[in-house]
């Protein structure tokens, strides 16, 4: 039996994105609305089963409604331009589920579904109306039920007509009349001025519609008499406004609604776009790079030889001619990872040896020996993985001269799978099968036989041999060879001794720390008791929601589908309104850095080393930013004083040593002031002149002596905000403020630091032209939509080009400074040790007496690390631990 699901796609989208926390993908793309849309989709998928399916949207802004009323929808807000980009998204997501979706010019996402309901509903159809737009009610009828949002996205309360009876005393098509004398001014409908629902309600009852009303004004008493009587035109207008036209030309579209389900492996890769990790798990989606790719290149075609067949001498021989290497680490983190085997490919001969044949046996020693010669080269794939668990081994890989995955990832920092199963399929060689198939996956996982096993490992060296040339032929065709070989490839090797060496954490600090943090957190929860008058589970969002917003009585400003919503955003609404509130929000901080990090890092700390070990990511922000993992030791939270005492347990590992830290004063701000050659901006930090200050000066035009903190506050907050591409609605976000004056602002910015104007119009017009932006060392980054139709997605990439080259330089010269420092380390013989990069800070451990050099050398190598229009800065500190070297 058929059964429609028809979405009100512009209703819902929104009610998620105001639902929803800010998320976005590592290219800086927005994606907490589709999120929220998606996991709504997957709910009405399992639930409702349906065998039809469409998902409207309003096709413009000017539909027929305006032709009698051309304030129609007029008070609403410009939509933000964080949703804004999220249609195109959500509707290029739709077609990866295979659900259908229509707008049409001149009609509302409404009389679509008004429509299709109404042929659905004469064919004694099953139908699901969702939307969160109350005025959908007035569809329902004995086969279309109406599902209405109330809490998020994914909590539906559902009407026929017998429960709108219940509910309101009214049929569906009463509903009509309820806007028409209410009003909606969500949609600038009058209405009858001062007439509520439940006003509205009671005149329904006694009249029966709006013309019923107005029929009988003789015996409506006192003031409501006279505003019935001369508001009546507006309220037959709010009627015909509000209903839903039922009879848009849709030529047939009932034939397209046909839901066949999705393709797993076309959903995995728009969810692997969206980083929608979570959903992948979810659904079991595959890997990319499961389907087979078209093999119109190099064929596969080599002979296996596993240890059986091999000597210590053949080995050796094939190894002084090996093509490509890879080893295989079973593990997310490295220092954690289980090497199983490796593979060595030289012309049609591949080697695959064991875990056993690398740590003993006949043929451990040339294999050792290949892998610790520096001057033995060595092409990868993830080599900078493999150099971590290798060393735990005790085995140092040397000689790396090729890292297919680095070369991937410059060649599309934007790509979300670099696997070589993916990379193989994308450059259409002969297809590999992916780990997925061959291990499993969660609890299935497992390490097959030695011979499936080898013939996988084979495959993966075969396949880095075939990558090797066309990725290095890409390399050079985009300028980026020098960016792989002299930057990124060297410093992989300076980030795996960083990991190595890892940080020493004194436990018993951390343990005080936590005691104390334990014991001022119970003191707020006696607090928080105290004022709420009542003990309850505080982490409880249900049961806080009814301390707050029913016993307590503070306004309730959004709900989840468990109830109230009592995020940090509401929270720090809610702040003013109570005492509680501060309590409250101190209190979860507290007992996230004792629960995150405090016991958090304590579990991180090994028993072999007393340190923690972490490893940088290279390959995974767009920006070209590192990311730290296992742990993350760039997250630790410092804004608050508890959280920076955290650093006090990260000491040196030698007695008498120093923690010494050094990190760049406002780089992306100097290279932006570079890029877009801004007089004032260049001018400011040649002075040494504090920017935000000075940025506070021009824009308010006062003199230094009258900006204040909060002019100050607001300038440091656009001036960051430009960088990141950020919008009157964002800025008003983050400063409080109207957006109407977060939009003056900008505005006024631009109007004093023209170069930047300038700046951010020339490189999108370039950005059109060449298709991509570069950093100053032509790190690239492609924008595919830069020229698309679709304002939205034009838009996002438009924002992309201007902030791609100020945050990419930026990443760029710290990894510059890294390569640099620990260069000069090595040729003058120091002990000192680089130890962490958290975003633009370097740490270090350092021996007493190379106390003086290493403070002059170190902002030396950092200011030195590129030249550019304005001086870079780097302020240097010391202790003896990382809390007293800040």
């Known amino acids: 039996?058929?059964?429609?699901?028809?979405?009100?796609?512009?209703?819902?989208?929104?009610?998620?994105?105001?639902?929803?926390?800010?998320?976005?993908?590592?290219?800086?793309?927005?994606?907490?609305?589709?999120?929220?849309?998606?996991?709504?989709?997957?709910?009405?998928?399992?639930?409702?089963?349906?065998?039809?399916?469409?998902?409207?949207?309003?096709?413009?802004?000017?539909?027929?409604?305006?032709?009698?009323?051309?304030?129609?929808?007029?008070?609403?807000?410009?939509?933000?331009?964080?949703?804004?980009?999220?249609?195109?998204?959500?509707?290029?997501?739709?077609?990866?589920?295979?659900?259908?979706?229509?707008?049409?010019?001149?009609?509302?996402?409404?009389d679509i579904i008004g429509t299709l309901s109404r042929i659905a509903d004469e064919s004694g159809i099953e139908t699901v109306v969702v939307s969160g737009d109350k005025d959908m009610l007035q569809l329902a009828s004995d086969h279309v039920t109406i599902a209405l949002t109330r809490k998020g996205v994914t909590d539906v309360e559902r009407y026929d007509p017998a429960q709108i009876q219940e509910r309101y005393g009214l049929t569906p098509l009463q509903i009509i009349d309820l806007k028409g004398l209410m009003g909606d001014t969500s949609d600038n409908i009058p209405g009858i001025p001062g007439v509520g629902e439940k006003t509205a309600l009671k005149l329904l009852h006694e009249f029966g519609s709006v013309e019923g009303v107005l029929a009988n004004t003789s015996e409506i008493k006192g003031k409501m008499k006279e505003k019935v009587e001369a508001h009546q035109e507006d309220a037959l207008m709010s009627k015909k406004l509000a209903t839903i036209y039922r009879e848009v030309p849709l030529e047939n579209k009932a034939d397209e609604l046909v839901y066949n389900g999705y393709d797993g492996a076309v959903l995995g890769d728009m969810f692997r776009k969206l980083e929608f990790k979570s959903l992948i798990e979810r659904l079991d989606l595959p890997e990319a790079g499961?389907?087979?790719?078209?093999?119109?290149?190099?064929?596969?075609?080599?002979?296996?030889m596993a240890a059986g067949d091999l000597t210590a001498d053949a080995l050796s021989a094939l190894l002084a001619n090996s093509e490509s290497f890879?080893?295989?680490?079973?593990?997310?983190?490295?220092?954690?990872?289980?090497?199983?085997?490796?593979?060595?490919?030289?012309?049609?001969?591949?080697?695959?040896?064991?875990?056993?044949?690398?740590?003993?046996?006949?043929?451990?020693?040339?294999?050792?020996?290949?892998?610790?010669?520096?001057?033995?080269?060595k092409k990868g794939y993830d080599l900078h993985k493999a150099e971590l668990a290798l060393s735990w081994l005790g085995i140092e890989l040397r000689g790396v001269t090729f890292d297919a995955l680095l070369a991937a990832y410059l060649l599309d920092p934007t790509?979300?799978?670099?696997?070589?199963?993916?990379?193989?399929?994308?450059?259409?060689?002969?297809?590999?099968?992916?780990?997925?198939?061959?291990?499993?996956?969660?609890?299935?996982?497992?390490?097959?036989?030695?011979?499936?096993?080898?013939?996988?490992?084979?495959?993966?060296?075969?396949?880095?041999?075939?990558?090797?040339?066309?990725?290095?032929?890409?390399?050079?065709?985009g300028h980026m060879s020098k960016l792989c070989y002299e930057l990124e490839q060297p410093l992989a090797v300076v980030l795996a001794g960083m990991e190595k060496q890892g940080i020493k954490v004194n436990a018993d600090v951390l343990q005080d720390l936590g005691a104390e943090l334990e014991k001022n957190v119970a003191q707020y929860m006696s607090d928080i008791y105290a004022h709420a008058?009542?003990?309850?589970?505080?982490?409880?969002?249900?049961?806080?929601?009814?301390?707050?917003?029913?016993?307590?009585?503070?306004?309730?400003?959004?709900?989840t589908?468990?109830?109230?919503?009592?995020?940090?955003?509401?929270?720090?609404?809610?702040?003013?309104?109570?005492?509680?509130?501060?309590?409250?929000?101190?209190?979860?901080?507290?007992?996230?850095?004792?629960?995150?990090?405090?016991?958090?890092?304590?579990?991180?700390?090994?028993?072999?080393?007393?340190?923690?070990?972490?490893?940088?990511?290279?390959?995974?922000?767009?920006?070209?930013?590192?990311?730290?993992?296992?742990?993350?030791?760039?997250?630790?939270?410092?804004?608050?004083?508890?959280?920076?005492?955290?650093?006090?347990?990260?000491?040196?590992?030698?007695?008498?040593?120093?923690?010494?830290?050094?990190?760049?004063?406002?780089?992306?701000?100097?290279?932006?002031?570079?890029?877009?050659?801004d007089e004032k901006m260049k001018q400011a930090f040649i002075d040494d002149t504090d920017i935000h200050t000075k940025t506070a000066m021009d824009v308010f035009g006062v003199t230094a002596d009258q900006v204040d903190a909060n002019m100050r506050r607001q300038a440091k907050a656009v001036n960051f905000g430009i960088v990141y591409g950020?919008?009157?609605?964002?800025?008003?976000?983050?400063?409080?403020?109207?957006?109407?004056?977060?939009?003056?602002?900008?505005?006024?910015?631009?109007?004093?630091?023209?170069?930047?104007?300038?700046?951010?119009?020339?490189?999108?017009?370039?950005?059109?032209?060449d298709g991509y932006v570069t950093t100053l060392l032509e790190r690239r980054r492609y924008l595919p939509d830069i020229k698309a139709s679709n304002f939205n997605l034009r838009s996002f990439a438009e924002r992309t080009a201007m902030n791609t080259p100020i945050q990419g330089t930026a990443a760029d010269i710290i990894k510059l400074a890294m390569v640099n420092m620990d260069k000069e380390l090595r040729e003058r013989g120091l002990r000192s040790?680089?130890?962490?990069?958290?975003?633009?800070?370097?740490?270090?451990?350092?021996?007493?007496?190379?106390?003086?050099?290493?403070?002059?050398?170190?902002?030396?190598?950092?200011?030195?690390?590129l030249k550019l229009d304005v001086p870079l800065k780097a302020d240097v500190s010391y202790g003896d631990n990382w809390y007293e070297a800040k």
């Open 726 to 769: 950020i919008s009157g609605f964002g800025l008003a976000n983050n400063l409080g403020i109207a957006r109407k004056d977060a939009e003056m602002f900008i505005a006024q910015y631009f109007e004093v630091f023209q170069g930047v104007r300038a700046y951010m119009d020339n490189i999108v017009a370039q950005a059109r032209n």
């Open 1 to 110: 039996m058929d059964k429609w699901v028809l979405i009100d796609g512009n209703s819902i989208i929104y009610r998620a994105f105001f639902a929803m926390p800010q998320l976005t993908n590592s290219s800086g793309l927005h994606t907490n609305a589709v999120y929220g849309f998606t996991t709504m989709l997957l709910k009405l998928l399992e639930e409702e089963k349906p065998t039809h399916m469409l998902v409207a949207f309003d096709a413009g802004k000017v539909t027929f409604r305006h032709e009698g009323y051309a304030e129609y929808k007029g008070g609403r807000e410009k939509t933000p331009p964080e949703l804004s980009e999220q249609f195109p998204v959500l509707k290029e997501l739709l077609r990866s589920f295979g659900i259908a979706q229509y707008e049409l010019s001149g009609f509302e996402a409404d």
């Open 561 to 677: 589908k468990t109830g109230y919503s009592t995020d940090a955003e509401v929270l720090e609404k809610l702040e003013p309104y109570h005492e509680i509130v501060k309590l409250i929000l101190h209190y979860r901080q507290l007992a996230k850095l004792q629960s995150t990090y405090v016991e958090g890092l304590l579990k991180e700390i090994r028993r072999d080393t007393g340190k923690v070990h972490t490893f940088y990511r290279q390959t995974i922000a767009a920006t070209g930013r590192l990311s730290s993992q296992f742990p993350n030791l760039q997250n630790i939270p410092i804004r608050l004083e508890e959280g920076r005492r955290i650093r006090k347990a990260f000491v040196p590992s030698e007695p008498g040593w120093h923690i010494l830290a050094a990190d760049y004063s406002q780089i992306e701000l100097r290279v932006l002031a570079h890029i877009s050659g």
């Open 415 to 477: 790509e979300t799978s670099q696997t070589l199963a993916a990379l193989i399929q994308r450059h259409r060689l002969a297809a590999i099968q992916t780990d997925e198939t061959v291990y499993g996956k969660g609890a299935k996982f497992q390490v097959p036989g030695a011979e499936v096993l080898a013939a996988h490992l084979a495959a993966k060296a075969d396949a880095v041999r075939r990558l090797v040339p066309l990725l290095t032929e890409e390399l050079e065709k």
């Open 326 to 377: 890879y080893l295989e680490a079973i593990g997310d983190n490295p220092h954690q990872a289980k090497v199983i085997g490796l593979a060595v490919a030289s012309g049609d001969r591949i080697a695959v040896l064991s875990y056993d044949d690398l740590m003993g046996g006949k043929l451990s020693t040339p294999i050792r020996s290949w892998l610790e010669d520096a001057k033995a080269p």
């Open 833 to 865: 040790r680089m130890l962490l990069q958290v975003h633009d800070e370097l740490v270090f451990e350092v021996p007493a007496e190379e106390l003086e050099l290493m403070k002059t050398l170190l902002p030396q190598v950092m200011e030195g690390a």
């Open 533 to 559: 008058g009542m003990e309850f589970n505080i982490n409880s969002p249900r049961q806080l929601g009814e301390v707050l917003f029913e016993k307590l009585g503070l306004p309730a400003w959004k709900k």
């Open 290 to 304: 499961g389907a087979a790719a078209d093999a119109d290149l190099a064929e596969a075609n080599y002979a296996v």
